[in-house]
């Protein structure tokens, strides 16, 4: 059996739920909202893992070959915020769940997509960038730092502008917004405040202009590539992701050798599925960073790259 561990809002969990139900191959969704409502049960020393779901109880412990590990959420994520218990009691509640589920990595024989630890460890942009050095990827100069003399430094080397961008998770949830921070351009007036820089570390890079995006969607031994170009006349954004309109997302061959380097990296960051960002800047490609855990259902529909289908098979491979 094949077991996703998801959220109830992630549509891209069911674009391979539609493949596997046309496939007619078993499976079991988890979306772990539900965790807190449902039963769930681990026993010793006989081990066995528990889930009902829709009047059937699942032993997990018997059959399961394929864990995709998509992007659970939290217990109360499905809750108001104003019915929700105090934030201490949930970052409690979240971690003896996580604990829990922790438990499924001892399943004998899985094949995970992709393992949490492996997850976890890849989320690291340093680890990333040397990984990707060591794998034969160009990757830009840079300097991740809290200090702004070193930046100004860099600035100066790269004629007044370089690239910043969050060192982890560039999301900031507020309690009444949550805020995203992308990829942007400063210079050197952008340092006066020398002592606000000093709270955390940033990543500073070498700029690229001009440059071509690439999405780059590596399962396993198979890599599809999406080139990513703006519509005539629509000027092309510094990241890509901050324009809703205008692009055009056109799957693409990749040269063998930057495939070649694609599908290697996943391998050897002990991933099985990973989203790469790429540019190319004057006839060569240049690795950004990769999203173990991307989103990748705008390219399914409508550009047509094959990803479902494509993950769909290889669960079903190793589902064996």
Not at 223 to 244: C, G, H, M, S
Not at 245 to 260: A, D, Q, S, T, V
Not at 305 to 310: E, F, G, N, V
Request: proline residues 7%; neutral net charge.
């Amino acid at each position: 059996m094949i077991l996703i561990i998801s959220n109830k809002w992630d549509v891209t969990v069911d674009f391979v739920v539609r493949e596997l139900q046309n496939s007619n191959h078993p499976y079991l969704r988890i979306n772990t909202e539900d965790l807190v409502t449902g039963r769930a049960t681990v026993t010793l020393p006989d081990f066995h893992i528990f889930i009902p779901k829709q009047s059937k109880i699942y032993d997990l412990s018997e059959g399961t070959r394929v864990i995709w590990y998509r992007r659970p959420g939290k217990p109360f994520d499905d809750v108001p915020k104003s019915r929700r218990p105090s934030r201490a009691t949930q970052r409690f509640v979240n971690d003896q769940w996580y604990s829990w589920l922790e438990a499924l990595q001892l399943l004998p024989g899985v094949t995970w997509i992709n393992n949490p630890r492996a997850n976890d460890a890849m989320e690291c942009k340093i680890r990333q960038l040397v990984l990707a050095a060591e794998t034969g990827f160009r990757i830009p100069e840079t300097v991740i730092s809290n200090d702004s003399e070193g930046v100004r430094q860099m600035i100066n080397k790269y004629g007044g502008k370089i690239i910043v961008k969050a060192l982890y998770s560039p999301l900031i949830e507020e309690p009444s917004q949550d805020y995203f921070i992308f990829t942007t351009e400063i210079g050197e007036h952008d340092l006066k405040n020398h002592k606000q820089l000093r709270t955390a570390p940033v990543i500073f890079q070498e700029p690229f202009t001009p440059k071509t995006d690439y999405r780059v969607t590596v399962i396993a031994d198979i890599v599809l590539a999406a080139k990513i170009e703006p519509e005539k006349n629509t000027p092309a954004e510094l990241d890509w992701r901050t324009q809703k309109e205008g692009l055009n997302f056109i799957r693409c061959i990749l040269p063998p050798k930057i495939e070649m380097l694609c599908r290697d990296y996943v391998r050897k960051s002990g991933l099985i599925f990973g989203a790469i960002d790429l540019v190319e800047h004057n006839g060569e490609f240049v690795f950004l960073e990769i999203n173990p855990n991307g989103e990748w259902g705008w390219l399914q529909k409508p550009y047509g790259l094959p990803i479902a289908q494509t993950l769909c098979n290889f669960m079903i491979s190793k589902d064996i």
